[in-house]
């Protein structure tokens, strides 16, 4: 690792990878990431990611993204995004992303929750892992992009409100001292603060507690999307998902006795809702998900992953249903970011789920944050590329003294983000 950049990029998920593939290769770029690059929420992806099917569409799926987002969304960021899809599926399928088609070949599209026509791509139950892995391939095998794992970000580099790059640390404590005029925090949500949580454990929220302490403008912190359907476990650690693309291809979800209790298809946080309520009054830990109505081969050929996973935990799901609870899945919130991704701090950029350019307003619409990700990610390379330039950063030499207890750093970044949370929470009520 050398100690100047032209960018750094914060995060090997789904946005930092295609940030750092849309930049020219005469650009020297440095990417880290906590753990192994392939350790990020984008590989976890199960559902797909939306497109718009031609004109015709656009009314229905800006409709159904702002009906999701109950209507605070940024109108001009979501019409940004559904705009850019077809270009951004284009660029993916150049890129030898393989999706699913018909015997024609023909793409084939799926429907989700609160989508009121099918508009999903989709590879199997792993489209996240399809589309990254293929990024990830391609940004490993491009000279000017250096990927250095167990490299944790600590701390921004500023001064005057400039960016200068960042402070970060390997596993064995060491600090180094990294400059780049473009720093882009890539950085994912924040499931790792919670308990019950379908993300990667290590996803904590960091670039939002350096923010913090940088002054950094922040939006929505408390609008943390619960998801309807993990599958319940006694274990702790991370809760595996159970698509909502299961219920939108007919799955039911039932009571302790067997009955359908609530609109399968309602969305994220009604549905979610609708689930509390009824384990609170039957006084249960779970309602169960009957994915049967599918039929073998709909299981076998779209959900190969969740019916091993389930039979892994000793459920068939060709044969009975399986408990499910909600749990923390998705950050609507974030770092404060304009339509170029562009931070309130000069030479910082903000992209993917650490980022809030309004797109999902209070509530993400089924499987629009992949394509999120790689819109606004193309907008943050975009900017770096062909916007103005900030002046260079002043700031000195670092004082490493301040990142030697950094179990204590971290610790309190994360404090001060649950705080902020439930402040925002409670401006909010
Ligand atoms: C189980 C699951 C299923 C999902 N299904 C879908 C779906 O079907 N469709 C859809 O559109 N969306 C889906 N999502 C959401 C989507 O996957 C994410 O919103 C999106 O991939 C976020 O991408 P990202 O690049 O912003 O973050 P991530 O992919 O989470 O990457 C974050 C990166 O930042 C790194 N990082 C974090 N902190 C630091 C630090 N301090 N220093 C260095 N590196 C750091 C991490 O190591 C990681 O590399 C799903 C999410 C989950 C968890």
């Not at 940004?139 to 580099?157: G, P, Q, S």
Request: hydrophobic letters at 35%; one cysteine or more.
């Amino acid at each position: 690792m050398k100690e100047h950049y032209d960018v750094i990029v914060v995060g090997t998920g789904a946005a930092g990878l295609y940030c750092a593939l849309n930049l020219p290769e005469r650009k020297k770029i440095l990417m880290i990431t906590k753990k192994e690059a392939d350790q990020s929420d984008s590989f976890l992806a199960q559902g797909g990611i939306c497109m718009l099917r031609g004109e015709a569409d656009y009314n229905d799926y800006f409709e159904d993204t702002m009906r999701a987002g109950h209507y605070e969304n940024n109108k001009k960021a979501v019409d940004l995004m559904i705009r850019s899809s077809n270009s951004i599926i284009r660029d993916l399928l150049m890129r030898n992303v393989d999706f699913e088609r018909s015997e024609e070949g023909d793409l084939l599209f799926t429907r989700e929750g609160a989508h009121s026509q099918p508009r999903i791509l989709f590879h199997e139950d792993i489209t996240g892992k399809e589309i990254t892995s293929k990024l990830l391939e391609q940004a490993e095998k491009r000279e000017n992009i250096e990927i250095c794992e167990y490299m944790t970000m600590v701390d921004l580099i500023s001064r005057d409100n400039i960016c200068g790059g960042v402070v970060a640390m390997d596993e064995q404590d060491e600090i180094y001292d990294i400059r780049a005029p473009y720093v882009v925090l890539a950085c994912g949500g924040l499931g790792g603060l919670y308990k019950n949580s379908t993300n990667f454990p290590h996803i904590t929220g960091d670039a939002l507690g350096i923010a913090m302490k940088h002054q950094i403008a922040l939006e929505n912190l408390d609008y943390i999307q619960i998801h309807p359907t993990t599958l319940y476990s006694k274990k702790p650690g991370r809760r595996f998902l159970i698509s909502e693309s299961v219920r939108g291809e007919g799955a039911h979800l039932c009571d302790r006795n067997g009955q359908r209790f609530t609109n399968e298809l309602q969305p994220r946080d009604l549905l979610s809702k609708a689930i509390f309520a009824q384990m609170e009054k039957q006084d249960t830990e779970y309602v169960w998900e009957d994915m049967r109505p599918l039929g073998e081969d709909m299981i076998m050929k779209h959900f190969p992953n969740i019916f091993k996973r389930c039979l892994e935990e000793g459920y068939d799901v060709r044969k009975e249903p399986i408990p499910v609870v909600p749990a923390q899945h998705y950050f609507m919130g974030g770092i404060q970011v304009d339509l170029g991704s562009r931070t309130s701090m000069k030479g910082l950029y903000a992209c993917g789920e650490t980022s809030c350019n309004g797109v999902h307003g209070k509530n993400r619409l089924a499987s629009n944050s992949l394509l999120e990700s790689l819109v606004f990610a193309r907008r943050a390379a975009d900017d770096i590329l062909f916007g103005k330039k900030p002046e260079p950063c002043r700031a000195g030499a670092i004082d490493r003294k301040c990142y030697e207890d950094r179990e204590n750093l971290m610790a309190g970044y994360r404090k001060n983000v649950l705080n902020e949370i439930e402040r925002m929470k409670n401006s909010h009520e």
